[in-house]
């Protein structure tokens, strides 16, 4: 039985599929939405045995078409900025989940659409899906991380020109910026998802998460990336699974990894 109200997870083998389900809304982003991803990614994954999240929209149109408006309107100085803090803090933990996260892209990406799939480790883009930062026609600016993680993703001249502008691009415009990983047909875009993730099933789930710390250490004021790739290096050859991928190269054979 599925205990969220706008999430539905959808468990395919060893992928956890999320969908964002306020198909109506075109998957806006209201309070319970964050409630919900805030409680999956602290603890609901532990229902699923996953070793990747895909993130996408339930239906057609939208994967998310941004935070809630309905929501917003209305709010005060000290409630926006306490918003704005509680969106950053679930998306970072989105980007600081110890498994891979990617979002399916398969339509609308907006605001807080678009700062939730930049937060994912991956991104693919349906050729039909549009992103963009519009939140400057509604007065107000990006609150959960967009203007930092555009960016860092696609570089402050464009990034600005993006955030100031508030246009909408297609997904192949997304691709040269590098805002995406790939583009593919609608139809392809979830087996084209499930395809990266099943690759990322036979890496070692213990070095998975050390690539996604040691990649975010670098945007960490005051961290030595440097110094913390090469803890994380350490940490990692005292694990089963660095002796074991070693012997299974040795040994000709398919590294059978156990997260140890
Ligand atoms: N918040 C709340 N509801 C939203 C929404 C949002 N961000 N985006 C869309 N919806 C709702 C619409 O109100 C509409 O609901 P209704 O049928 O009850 O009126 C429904 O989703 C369908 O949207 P609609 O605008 O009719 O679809 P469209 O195909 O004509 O346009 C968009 C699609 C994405 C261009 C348009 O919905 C839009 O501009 N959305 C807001 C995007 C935005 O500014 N996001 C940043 C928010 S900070």
Redesign the pocket.
């Given at each position: 039985m599925n205990s969220y109200q706008t999430l539905l997870p959808e468990s395919k083998d060893h992928v956890l599929i999320l969908h964002l389900n306020r198909p109506?809304?075109?998957n806006?982003l209201n309070a319970t939405m964050f409630d919900e991803l805030d409680s999956f990614f602290t603890g609901g994954y532990q229902d699923y045995n996953a070793s990747c999240v895909i993130i996408t929209g339930k239906g057609e149109?939208?994967f998310a078409?941004?935070?809630?408006?309905?929501e917003?309107h209305g709010l005060s100085s000290q409630q926006a900025e306490s918003l704005s803090r509680k969106g950053q803090k679930i998306f970072q933990k989105i980007e600081e989940f110890h498994l891979p996260v990617i979002a399916a892209v398969n339509g609308?990406a907006?605001?807080?659409?678009c700062e939730l799939a930049m937060a994912c480790h991956i991104r693919i883009a349906s050729s039909k899906a549009k992103f963009g930062q519009?939140?400057v026609?509604?007065g107000?600016i990006?609150g959960y991380g967009g203007t930092q993680r555009l960016i860092q993703l696609i570089g402050k001249g464009k990034a600005t020109e993006l955030l100031l502008t508030g246009d909408m691009i297609n997904a192949e415009e997304a691709l040269q910026l590098g805002l995406v990983n790939y583009v593919t047909e609608p139809e392809q875009l979830m087996d084209r998802s499930i395809e990266i993730a099943n690759k990322l099933h036979t890496r070692g789930p213990l070095a998975l998460a050390g690539v996604i710390k040691s990649v975010n250490a670098h945007f960490i004021p005051g961290i030595d990336g440097y110094g913390f790739e090469s803890r994380t290096f350490g940490a990692l050859a005292s694990t089963n699974d660095f002796e074991e991928g070693t012997s299974a190269f040795i040994e000709k054979r398919k590294p059978a990894f156990q997260g140890k």
């Amino acid at each position: 039985m599925n205990s969220y109200q706008t999430l539905l997870p959808e468990s395919k083998d060893h992928v956890l599929i999320l969908h964002l389900n306020r198909p109506d809304a075109l998957n806006a982003l209201n309070a319970t939405m964050f409630d919900e991803l805030d409680s999956f990614f602290t603890g609901g994954y532990q229902d699923y045995n996953a070793s990747c999240v895909i993130i996408t929209g339930k239906g057609e149109k939208a994967f998310a078409a941004g935070a809630d408006i309905k929501e917003l309107h209305g709010l005060s100085s000290q409630q926006a900025e306490s918003l704005s803090r509680k969106g950053q803090k679930i998306f970072q933990k989105i980007e600081e989940f110890h498994l891979p996260v990617i979002a399916a892209v398969n339509g609308f990406a907006l605001g807080g659409g678009c700062e939730l799939a930049m937060a994912c480790h991956i991104r693919i883009a349906s050729s039909k899906a549009k992103f963009g930062q519009p939140e400057v026609s509604l007065g107000i600016i990006p609150g959960y991380g967009g203007t930092q993680r555009l960016i860092q993703l696609i570089g402050k001249g464009k990034a600005t020109e993006l955030l100031l502008t508030g246009d909408m691009i297609n997904a192949e415009e997304a691709l040269q910026l590098g805002l995406v990983n790939y583009v593919t047909e609608p139809e392809q875009l979830m087996d084209r998802s499930i395809e990266i993730a099943n690759k990322l099933h036979t890496r070692g789930p213990l070095a998975l998460a050390g690539v996604i710390k040691s990649v975010n250490a670098h945007f960490i004021p005051g961290i030595d990336g440097y110094g913390f790739e090469s803890r994380t290096f350490g940490a990692l050859a005292s694990t089963n699974d660095f002796e074991e991928g070693t012997s299974a190269f040795i040994e000709k054979r398919k590294p059978a990894f156990q997260g140890k």
